[in-house]
């Protein structure tokens, strides 16, 4: 648990790509703030409003991963026009612990947590019958993906979803390694010997091995430059019965518990964390417009796999509604990066990178089509 809304936790690729876009935001729309209640917390936020028409839908940012200042940063302000331009109003607030909403912030708080935050959201937007609220939709990215799906399912009658950057049901972690493995020169053997022992320290951990085990498990993962630079580690190999192994077993017997506390189920056959249970069955019963958005040099997430589940279950049956777009050359933020690599966010230059074209008049006209817009 991490206490206040500072996290020195690299959360840049995993936040949602649209905080970026707020160049020559205008006064072409109103915005207030606004508090509702959520697991016994009061949650504040702002809801932009076009200036001139009455608002026909109502679109929710659904949050990624990492600590939010969306009041006092005045967040999403691109977006926010954009989307009021054409009359739909936007809804977004600050998660627990950041900005003026309560709590304290956990930047490993639950999908399923933050998807009842959604829920209430919604709720109160209906209970003061805020404008907009007879069609409010869901726009989500990367973790999004998670927590915008099991919101629809507690509220059926939610009119669409944006995915941005979406997930399968599994965590991504492996993903985002290999392809760091593999930019930085790694063969296929390589990689795959490091990804296994990866897997195998997971498996460690979760049979309740001790810390011998786990380094023996994993001590070619250990030693790769890449791995140590994804996780912030220095390779260590302390002689056993030093105080100093006694002290890092202890911490890994911490992190164990932590670990095992989580409540996660994993996939026996690929030992990767499922974050939503059940979540292909969840995906077949939306139908409603849903507009997925991916970049096919996505190193952090795979979005193939993800292509691949929609069409398997939003896809099905003649009533599907559901539309995939895939931008060749963008990376998980839709930034049209050399690599995709999780490194290059933290390069000069990185954000003044243009944006695939056209992936944000793509969600003007998939609202247009359905007619969540304001007509001319």
């Not at 936020?45 to 200042?69: C, E, F, R, W």
């Not at 956990?106 to 209430?120: G, K, L, P, Y």
């Not at 979760?206 to 790769?224: C, E, F, P, Q, V």
């Not at 069409?311 to 998980?332: C, R």
């Amino acid at each position: 648990m991490l206490k206040g809304c500072k996290s020195k936790v690299v959360t840049a690729l995993f936040s949602l790509v649209f905080i970026a876009l707020q160049a020559n935001a205008s006064d072409t729309f109103t915005t207030e703030e606004f508090t509702f209640e959520s697991s016994g917390l009061k949650l504040n936020g702002i809801i932009s409003q076009p200036k001139d028409i009455k608002a026909k839908s109502l679109l929710i940012i659904v949050h990624s991963y990492g600590s939010t200042n969306v009041v006092k940063g005045n967040w999403f302000a691109g977006y926010r026009k954009m989307f009021t331009d054409v009359g739909i109003a936007v809804a977004v607030w600050d998660k627990p612990g950041c900005g003026h909403s309560e709590g304290e912030f956990n930047i490993q708080q639950s999908v399923d947590s933050s998807a009842i935050e959604v829920v209430d959201a919604v709720k109160f937007i209906r209970e003061k019958k805020i404008s907009g609220f007879q069609r409010i939709g869901l726009l989500g990215s990367s973790r999004g993906g998670w927590i915008a799906p099991l919101a629809i399912d507690q509220v059926p009658d939610i009119a669409f979803w944006i995915s941005v950057s979406g997930t399968d049901a599994y965590e991504t972690w492996g993903y985002l390694l290999s392809s760091s493995l593999e930019i930085a020169g790694h063969s296929k053997p390589e990689i795959e010997l490091l990804y296994q022992e990866w897997i195998k320290g997971i498996q460690v951990i979760m049979r309740r091995g001790t810390y011998s085990d786990y380094l023996n498990a994993t001590n070619n993962l250990r030693k790769n430059e890449t791995y140590q630079k994804l996780t912030g580690q220095k390779y260590t190999n302390y002689e056993k019965g030093s105080e100093a192994f006694a002290q890092e077993s202890k911490q890994f017997e911490i992190i164990q518990q932590e670990y095992l506390s989580e409540d996660y189920q994993y996939d026996k056959e690929t030992g990767l964390k499922i974050y939503v249970q059940n979540f292909d069955q969840i995906l077949s019963k939306i139908r409603i417009p849903v507009l997925a958005i991916l970049g096919d040099n996505d190193k952090h997430v795979d979005w193939r796999k993800t292509k691949r589940l929609y069409e398997q279950t939003m896809g099905k049956g003649d009533d599907s509604q559901l539309n995939i777009k895939v931008f060749k050359g963008a990376d998980h933020a839709l930034k049209m990066s050399k690599t995709g690599d999780y490194f290059e966010v933290s390069k000069p230059g990185y954000w003044d990178l243009p944006y695939a074209k056209g992936v944000f008049k793509s969600m003007v006209d998939f609202l247009c089509t359905n007619k969540f817009c304001v007509e001319n």
